[in-house]
């Protein structure tokens, strides 16, 4: 599982945290594992049954306030109280001062206290953002992942058997490269995964014969992408002659990333197929499925009432001539 520490938190930038620390420097090194954030408002009036030290504790006005109405004394004793938690860490948001003794109880318990501007409920959904995106499972895998027409499409198989070259017809067509060759995909809650290229792969593209090619400064910004949802999975395999493939299109196979399984398709390659337009057409077909229309079960359908109404006329004419 994928931890994170309290000084690479504070010392994010591009997420727009505005974090400063206030206090406990000695518990920076703290590692935080999931991407949920509490606020233990309840753990301040003395219930810490469901108290999670492994999260971000968050105190707003409410927590603070709370703490202001209390007598100094028991006050000062529940957040002390609080700090015996081996807390992950605790973020005041608001700009909101600390007063002295939760300075003193966070050094003193070596739990990092920092400060925000941001208001609570614009700091949560920025730091779950940010956890989601640092935490979650990660993996990288051999493929190239394209995106036509909205559809993010993973294209895999052996080595050599056309992946590359496939996604550049599709580039040419006017659709969208992601990353060739090593593809880092993340899952996002609830169940979706996400791939991207690898900071140095970013952009550029295999092509044997040719080399390495930039695609961003070949075909523009147009043609590339930073990161895409994968809605299909397309395998590429070598033709077997003699080996028998879907042909009605009710075979539905799947691939698993991270615990989500994603529809996927094989797609046999051999001389005289063009594969980029079976490809783009699979990308067409997954965007029917998604809007609820298969053709390949409505031809199944239609298939099997032509039949049944076969058989209804052939038995009402062998009735029919026996009551004759």
């Not at 049954?49 to 603070?64: A, C, F, K």
């Not at 046999?268 to 997954?286: D, H, K, L, T, Y």
Request: hydrophobic share 45%.
């Amino acid at each position: 599982m994928a931890e994170l520490t309290i000084q690479e938190i504070l010392d994010e930038k591009e997420a727009g945290l505005d974090l400063e620390l206030l206090a406990g420097a000695g518990g920076l090194g703290n590692q935080v594992s999931v991407p949920r954030i509490q606020k233990p408002g309840l753990a301040l009036a003395g219930y810490s049954t469901n108290l999670h030290p492994d999260r971000i504790q968050v105190l707003g006005s409410t927590e603070l306030s709370f703490l202001d109405e209390m007598p100094h004394a028991k006050a000062v004793e529940q957040f002390h109280n609080l700090c015996k938690k081996n807390l992950s860490c605790l973020i005041i948001t608001k700009d909101q001062a600390a007063a002295d003794y939760i300075l003193a109880a966070a050094d003193a318990a070596n739990i990092p206290l920092l400060k925000t501007s941001h208001l609570s409920s614009d700091f949560i959904s920025l730091i779950t953002k940010f956890l989601e995106e640092r935490l979650l499972p990660t993996s990288t895998l051999h493929g190239v992942l394209v995106d036509i027409l909205g559809v993010g499409v993973l294209l895999q198989g052996k080595s050599g058997v056309g992946k590359s070259e496939c996604a550049l017809e599709l580039i040419l067509r006017g659709y969208r490269l992601v990353a060739d060759d090593v593809i880092k995909v993340r899952l996002k809650l609830p169940s979706v995964i996400f791939g991207e290229g690898m900071d140095l792969l970013h952009y550029h593209m295999e092509i044997r014969g040719l080399g390495i090619l930039n695609i961003k400064h070949l075909f523009g910004v147009a043609a590339i992408r930073e990161r895409k949802k994968i809605d299909l999975v397309v395998e590429l395999v070598d033709w077997e002659e003699g080996k028998e493939y879907d042909r009605l299109g009710l075979e539905e196979q799947s691939y698993e990333l991270h615990g989500v399984q994603l529809p996927l398709l094989k797609i046999p390659v051999g001389p005289g197929r063009n594969v980029s337009s079976i490809v783009e057409v699979a990308a067409r077909n997954q965007l029917l499925k998604e809007m609820g229309y298969h053709s390949a079960r409505e031809f199944q359908e239609l298939l099997e009432k032509r039949m049944a109404e076969a058989a209804r006329l052939h038995a009402h004419t062998i009735i029919g001539d026996n009551l004759e």
